[in-house]
């Protein structure tokens, strides 16, 4: 075989390979796309998530990590029973939640009434989503976890208590975020979360037994078609060092 003959059997070669790998780059790019390009990522709660509804207390996790520091887990959690009386009946206007990322608050109102108040922590190493929403579970106590080793956000939460999953046609169910009670930090009017809305657990427990439909054992599924409490979130958090 001449040289001309074997250069052009070279670059054949050569561009049979670019194309197959062309080809096979498209592909894998359309059946298997990245976690950025999936349309429920990034999740609040990246490792667990929503996989675990049963809202169920988990006795043997005394222990939480939170930004990587270990935390005691309160033994008073698995004592507070969820009450059965429904808070702020005075005004008989429809109820609402209203989140202010701006100042750090939640007000919760009956018609033009608020029914109470109190300070919040939005997103700090995750955006917390504004607009509006509606809740669609509230679990008794859940477990979260996410962030990163690498970059010293790494937590795990075990017994979450009166969590309230939310969502909108642009932040599906399957994104975590939610309004839950945090007995890992006391820094509230402070962005501290990594994209829900932390609440000290005496104030979630009020808005957990207050926010419609009542609670139905340790986890409640809110159907399309059931009046419940929608959530709108608005404003910019502060950014905080």
């Known amino acids: 075989m001449s040289k001309t003959a074997n250069s052009s059997f070279f670059n054949f070669k050569v561009q049979l390979g670019i194309l197959f790998l062309s ?5 894998a790019f359309l059946l298997f796309p990245s976690k ?19 809202g169920k207390y988990d006795p043997t996790s005394k222990t939480a990590l939170f930004n990587d520091k270990k935390v005691n887990v309160p033994r008073e959690l698995a004592q507070t029973k969820p009450s059965t009386k429904i808070l702020g009946e005075t005004s008989g206007g429809e109820k609402h939640i209203y989140v202010d990322l701006t100042t750090q608050m939640l007000y919760a109102k009956e018609g033009n009434d608020i029914a109470f108040s109190f300070p919040i922590s939005s997103g700090k190493w995750g955006k917390t989503p504004t607009g509006d929403f509606k809740i669609w579970v509230k679990l008794r106590y859940t477990r979260m976890s996410g962030g990163s080793p690498a970059l010293r956000t790494y937590y795990n939460l075990p017994n979450v208590p009166f969590t309230m999953f939310f969502y909108n046609k642009e932040i599906s ?49 809110i159907k399309d078609i059931e009046p419940s409490t929608p959530v709108t979130i608005y404003g910019t958090a502060p950014r905080e060092s």
């Open 23 to 27: 080809i096979f780059s498209i592909s």
């Open 36 to 54: 950025a390009e999936k349309p429920d990522e990034p999740c609040a709660n990246s490792i667990s998530c929503i996989s675990n509804l049963s």
């Open 173 to 221: 169910k399957a994104r975590g975020y939610s309004l839950h009670g945090a007995y890992w930090h006391d820094n509230f009017g402070h962005p501290m979360s990594h994209g829900c809305v932390n609440i000290s657990i005496p104030n979630a427990e009020k808005l957990y037994n207050w926010v419609e439909p009542p609670a139905k054992g340790n986890t409640t599924y």
